[in-house]
Structure formats: C-alpha cells, structure tokens
C-alpha cells in the first residue's frame, strides 16, 4: 500500500487503519477502465467500476475506482509491475500522448 502513496495523483479510497489486500483508488487524468485496460496489458488483473457499491463511491463524490485484490498467490514482481505501470501513466500526465492519437486508450 506504501508504494501506491507515491504514485504521483493516485488516490486511495478508503484508508482504514490496517487495510490490507482489497484497495479502491482513481487516478488523476483517467477513467477506472483507462487505467484496468493499461494494468490488464501489463498482465496484472484488476476490477474497474462501481463494485456494487455505488452508495459509498458516491459518499466519496465518486462513481467509479481501480480494485485490485492481492492473495497469497501474486508475486512482489506482479505488485512491482502494478506500480511501475501506474507511475508510467502518472508521468504521461493524464494520457496525453494518446489523446493527440485520438484515442482514450493510455498504453502506449
């Protein structure tokens, strides 16, 4: 949870004292879906939408966020690729590049 503190504009939903494994958070200049599209083609698994949970996104001005869930099962690699992908799209400032190719999609 550390290393997504430091993810330029990403911001947790959520900051239970001692959370651990299931987190929500938005990242500034995209969409939930933006950001789970560029973190599937990386190879990490997440849920982007509304979780069933639309009540509470909501309490957070929200309707949307990034879940990824991580088990017993990831690897510090795949934890690793998670974050060094979200700091790649910080850095892009929002998916400029790709809005000047038409598209709303933030991998390159």
């Known amino acids: 949870m550390a290393a997504l503190r ?3 504009g990403l911001t ?4 239970a004292p001692d959370k651990a494994s ?5 990242l500034d200049g995209y969409t939930p879906e933006q950001v789970g599209t560029a973190l ?5 698994a997440v849920r982007s939408g ?5 009540p509470i996104l909501r309490r957070y001005g929200l309707e949307a966020t990034v879940r990824p869930s991580l088990a017993f099962c990831n690897t510090c ?3 690793d690729r998670m974050v060094t992908t979200l700091h790649r799209l910080a850095a892009d400032g929002g998916g400029a590049a790709n809005r000047s190719k ?6 390159p």
């Open 12 to 15: 947790l939903i959520g900051t």
């Open 22 to 26: 299931v987190m929500s958070f938005v």
């Open 77 to 79: 690699g795949e934890i």
């Open 102 to 107: 038409g598209t709303d999609d933030p991998a």
């Open 40 to 44: 599937n083609r990386e190879g990490i």
């Open 6 to 8: 430091d993810v330029p």
């Open 50 to 54: 509304h979780h069933c949970a639309q």
